[in-house]
């Protein structure tokens, strides 16, 4: 009778005397199987369910069977940690002792060496994570989605969600419900309202949350609904009258002493000037734009975005829209995304009666923004700036925009 080949699962001798690991190759490879496996159950105890004690069994039990095993190291510190939590010092420094005499070079040594300024295991693993899960963020942000999600799924792997941060879970999220992958938003916002209750991401996920729930029923609604459109991608309160600005012409510049009053002047900023070669051929970069700061002129307020995403660039107005909504109920704005360049894109707010209210307006954004408005969106990704119409004009046409901030410097210092 010719040999069952492996795997089969014919009832017989051969078949089930093919299957056992007889051999030195095939017992290696069934201990690495069952190591492995005690390895990962203690972290899903140790990390996701946080059950110290049969986290510490399943460490010990792999110990025990297999003393010399490639998982030593991790064992032996995940068992200091899951000790150290459960407060039992003398069984987590007994651990602690045996990582510096047998890998006193290794990865988990900045958590151990007492010569070192003492750090806990929870700010070590904490502050590895939060760089590696810093990069899956940005990548989503930028909109590198792809990349991202692999990424993430191989953190995930190794760490469980026990350091996703809120705004992580957010941003994937709204990725999610643009890609119409509902289910799995669902799961990420339900996520943060049953974690992270006291996080400011969590009024936002229960909103968003909400929404979500109620798609189908919006999106008919809206399907139903005449609407007039305002022009592309933006969004107007109904009754707002479209607001027609013209250039002033400038006037004699008068600076205020006071660097945090606002300028009452008209200020014009000019550019460097360009130096020219013998034969009057320009030498070096182009001439910039020349900007006109008239305060009493009426402003748009901008939400300025670098490298962000229009998944997110949309959210943003739409978090902007949420905060008018709520703060300024009484006014109208004209909130429309508009793209400068290939990194720089812009969310205006239109518009404001002079100089002094869109800066009110904006100092007061400022210090919401981080923590109630867009508390997802990285800080060095935003900043929030000033525009008259006419300079609006003159910057797209330029697409400079770090001249233009450093006009606006220039025209309004201590605010910009």
Known sequence: MPPFPEGSTEISYDALVGNLPLTPEKVKISNDSIASAYMQVGKVYQNELEDYNFAIQAYETLLNRFPNSVYQEDAWFNLYYCYW?????????YYKSLLLRDYSTGKHIKALNPGAVPISADSILKKDVSIAYGNVYNLFIEGQFEKAVAAKKELDVQYGNRFWTPQLSYIEAVYHIRQRNDSIAKLLLSDIVYRFRGSPMYSKAQGLLDVLNRRKEIEEYLTNLKVERVGEDSTKTEGQKPVTQTQQPPKEVVKNDKPTDVVKQPVTVVPPVVKKDSAQKTVGPPA???????PQERQFVMV???????????????AFIRYNREKYYTKAFDITNVPLDE????VVLKSFDNAEAAIDYIEKARKLAGSDII????ADKYSISMISEGNLNLLMASKDFNWYKESLKTAFPGKF
């Open 343 to 346: 990194n720089i894109k812009l």
């Open 375 to 378: 508390p997802w969106l990285p």
């Open 85 to 93: 939590k459960l407060k039992d010092d003398a069984k987590a420094n």
């Open 288 to 294: 910039k734009t020349a900007y006109v700061f008239n």
């Open 304 to 318: 300025v975005l670098d490298k962000v995403d229009p998944v997110y660039v949309t959210e943003t107005r739409n």
